[in-house]
């Protein structure tokens, strides 16, 4: 049993939301796209990478922050 949960939880994929302005723009995908070809690849694949892992994407794509200023996060 604990196979097929683990399987289930490997094929899950996790969903991906980009911030959108009051007025419908998403700066972050804007941002993404205005990148050279070699550094959009890039980062689409480790967002690639974050969309099949969720919250268990380990070291080095991920890491705790730190800080008071980001306490409640």
Do not use: C, N
Not at 27 to 41: E, G, N, W, Y
Not at 47 to 52: A, G, S
């Amino acid at each position: 049993m604990l196979d097929i949960i683990s399987y289930m939880i490997y094929i899950m994929k996790w969903g991906i939301e980009l911030y959108k302005t009051g007025s419908g723009k998403y700066p972050v995908l804007d941002f993404i796209q205005s990148l050279p070809p070699k550094q959009r690849a890039k980062i689409e694949k480790e967002i690639d990478l974050l969309e099949l892992h969720g919250i268990y994407l380990p070291y080095p794509y991920t890491r705790k922050i730190r800080g008071d200023r980001y306490k409640d996060l």
